[in-house]
């Protein structure tokens, strides 16, 4: 029988698994392969785009743990330690900022400017997912707008939205 690995807040999972951080993902194999390339060479923004429940932030999840594990081997317990950390939304270079109400307002931008001017942690690279974005005042579009436009090097950005 395969030893299990266990985390704080996921189940067991076997070693072959923690390799993998799309693992989580669940009926998107499309999205889940264009993203899988892109995290190879990743450039500084995306956008996924769907219904409540279609699966975004585990996909926006999935891409940060596989950007974050890039340069870590195969196999190693560096990489299963980006991804574990990754998956469970608790790695240092990986920020997920929500809208503190039903409208993402010009402080929740504020919030991601921050997080986006401060230098990563760990490595090279640090991804900030931001959720709920159709609900953006446009206040908060245009302050967003010009850090997504000159993001720094190392910032990756994924917004979640409901709708383009």
């Known amino acids: 029988m395969p030893e299990l690995l266990a985390t704080h807040d996921a189940p067991a999972v076997d070693p072959a698994w923690a390799d993998d951080p799309w693992r989580e993902v669940v009926g998107q194999p499309a999205a889940t392969r264009q993203l899988a390339a892109a995290a190879q060479s990743p450039v500084h923004a995306y ?71 401060l230098a990563p942690i760990e490595g090279g690279r640090k991804v900030i997912v931001a959720g709920g974005c159709e609900a953006m005042e446009d206040e908060a579009a245009g302050y967003l707008l010009k850090i997504i436009e000159e993001p720094p090097a190392s910032t990756i950005f994924v917004l979640l939205a409901t709708e383009v």
């Open 47 to 117: 956008l996924l785009v769907g219904p409540a429940g279609a699966g975004k932030r585990a996909l926006a999840r999935a891409f940060a743990a596989s950007v974050l594990s890039s340069g870590a081997a195969p196999g190693s317990d560096e990489r299963h330690r980006h991804v574990r950390l990754a998956l469970a939304e608790q790695h240092p270079d990986l920020r997920v900022v929500e809208p503190e109400g039903n409208t993402f307002r010009k402080e929740d931008a504020e919030r991601v400017v921050r997080h986006a001017t």
